[in-house]
């Protein structure tokens, strides 16, 4: 398909125009600058009317010279800008990130004054407006002000921007001010004073305006984030001074005027002087952190708890002011020498601590120099006047001596002793094997004598325990002996009760027989009565006889019962009895009396019993022969 030559003209010639647009403006002298851009002109030369050339050594032109122009085209459409007289240079904005600021050089403006090494700041819309800058006085070289975050349409060809990262103070830090810039420091004085309304030493110039001195400053920064010129200021992070509790902060301040010597006409060691002054401080700082520039200031930590130093060599307090501190070792009068352990225990009040500070500089040089002479040189000496024994001997009374010594010396340098005490004392080996064995020996004789009291005390117990046995034995005697006479005298009543008993048993017994007699007799009586009776029917003379019978037969059991006892009397009474139930009791063999014999009758009687025991030991003979 064949296109005609118009057709394709009329299409070429728009692609062309879209492809060499800015080539076809800039020659018609049209020029456009997009938004994130600026542009940078630089004139080639001067047609007519404007000055052709700049002054001697200026590179930015502000009144249409040929060169760099100090005014760059912000973001738009400019025309008249023919190609072959000006050069239009696309320039990015400037960024300044967060966290970071912009340093500014400049490249042209007027010399830089005699002594300064940073430019002072120029109002110019942050550098944006160049050709205030220029007309307005501004310096080349290092600028005092700065950009903070932003974006910025600055001509590039005037102003180099550096970017750097703002200062950041940590936590419990303090940042020490050195400037690079500013007056000089007065004589006699190691910082520069201190200037108020720089916001820090964010504001340069109102640093440098209010006459400011360059070197090291007075004052400090604190934590926090600071857009501080790295040109004009050198900061050095340091930590806070911490005051611990229990200690004060006495301020030796190297900078300030000097002051009215506040110490009295008695001080004559150094002035104390209000703060603010140069000296030390009759005010002491308490516990806590404080942002002290210690290149201006020195801070003496003193404690004001009771302080304990030791001279033993062997032992040293966390605070460390008695390392350098050993055993003493002192002489005594008899020539040994022996090694003693000594602790002091100080108090220094806290509106003493200037005192002692402003007298001896510090706590190291108080210990160096006042306390270890003097409490050294006294032990010293006060061990000249003893031998070795005494001195231990006495160890209670001198310490009591060496606490009020040594308190009367301290009080003079305004430090209170507390008390002074002696460790261990350590003699010579052979004046303590000397002291020991004469210690055994006395041991042993006190051993020895407690020994003996108590062999003594053992013979007194055992004396007096054999005493008390024998007194026990006696008492058990005597006791014995009571109980026995206690026991015969029962025994006699028992005797007599007994005797009482059978007494009376026998009486009772007499009585009972005689009752029994008497009721046997009254019986008899009865009966002979009744056979009297019966008799006197029969006869008077029967009667009388019978009563004679019965008289003579109660008569007879009387006699037999007491001649013959109750036994032989029953058997009489058994024979009687057989024979008058007419039982046969006569024997084989028959023993009789003679002819002559009048009793006859008591012979049988007697031969009858003489037969009943020759039965009854035959008896036993039977019963006792073993069966075979």
Known sequence: MDFPITTIISIAIPVLCLIFYKFTFRLLGIIIIPEDKIGLVTKKFVLFGDKKSLPEGRIIA?????????????????????????????????????????????????????????????????????????????????????????????????????????????????????????????????????????????????????????????QVILAGSYNLNPWFVKVEEIHMTEIPIGHVGVVISYVGEEGVDLSGTEFKHGNIVAKGFKGVWAEALGPGKYPVNTYVQKIEIVPTTNLVLNWASARSESHQLDKNLSTITVRSKDGFPFNLDVSQIIHIPNYEAPKVIARFGNMNNLVSQVLEPTIG??????????????????????????????????????????????????????????????????????????????????????????????QKDIVKADQGVVIAERVADASVKKAQGEAQSLKLQAGAEAERVRVQASAESERIKLIANAEAEKISKTGTAEAE?????????????????????????????????????????????????????????????????????VAKKADKVVTETPKE
Request: charged residues 25%.
């Open 377 to 470: 040189n006294y032990f010293r000496n006060s061990a000249q006047d003893s031998d070795v024994i005494s001195f231990l001997g006495s160890r209670k009374e001198r310490q009591e001596t060496a606490r009020r010594y040594i308190g009367e010396v301290l009080s003079q340098y305004n430090v209170n002793a507390v008390d002074t005490l002696i460790g261990d004392i350590v003699p010579p080996e052979s004046l303590m094997k000397t002291l020991t064995d004469r210690k055994l020996a006395e041991e042993q004789k006190v051993t020895y004598e407690t020994q003996k009291m108590a062999q003594e005390t053992r013979q007194a117990l055992e004396k007096e325990t054999a005493i008390a046995d024998i």
């Open 62 to 218: 502000t009144e249409g010279e040929a060169g760099y122009q100090a005014k760059p085209l912000a973001p738009g459409i400019y025309f008249w800008y023919w190609i072959w007289q000006y050069d239009i240079t696309l320039q990015s904005l400037t960024i300044i990130p967060t966290g970071k600021i912009g340093l500014i050089l400049a490249k042209d403006g007027k010399e830089l004054e005699t002594g300064s090494i940073l430019a002072r700041k120029i109002e110019c819309d942050g550098f944006q407006d160049t050709e205030s800058f220029l007309k307005n006085g501004g310096r080349k070289g290092r600028q005092t002000a700065i950009i903070t975050a932003g974006s910025y349409r600055i001509n590039t060809f005037l102003f180099e921007v550096v970017i750097t990262d703002i200062t950041e103070i940590h936590e419990n830090m303090v940042g020490i001010i050195t400037t690079m810039d500013g007056a000089s420091i007065e004589a006699g004085q190691i910082a520069g004073k201190s200037i108020e309304g720089h916001n820090n030493f964010q504001d340069a110039d109102a640093f440098l305006s209010k006459g400011g001195n360059k070197g090291l400053q007075q």
């Open 545 to 613: 006889k019978i009563l004679a019978i019965g008289k003579a037969d109660a008569e007879a059991y009387k006699l037999a019962v007491s001649a013959m006892g109750e036994g032989n009397f029953t058997q009489l009474k058994i024979t009687e009895s057989i024979g008058k139930e007419k039982i046969k009791v006569m024997p084989d063999i028959l023993i009789t009396g003679g002819s002559n014999d009048q009793n006859g009758a008591l012979s049988g009687l007697l031969g009858l019993k003489l037969m009943e025991e």
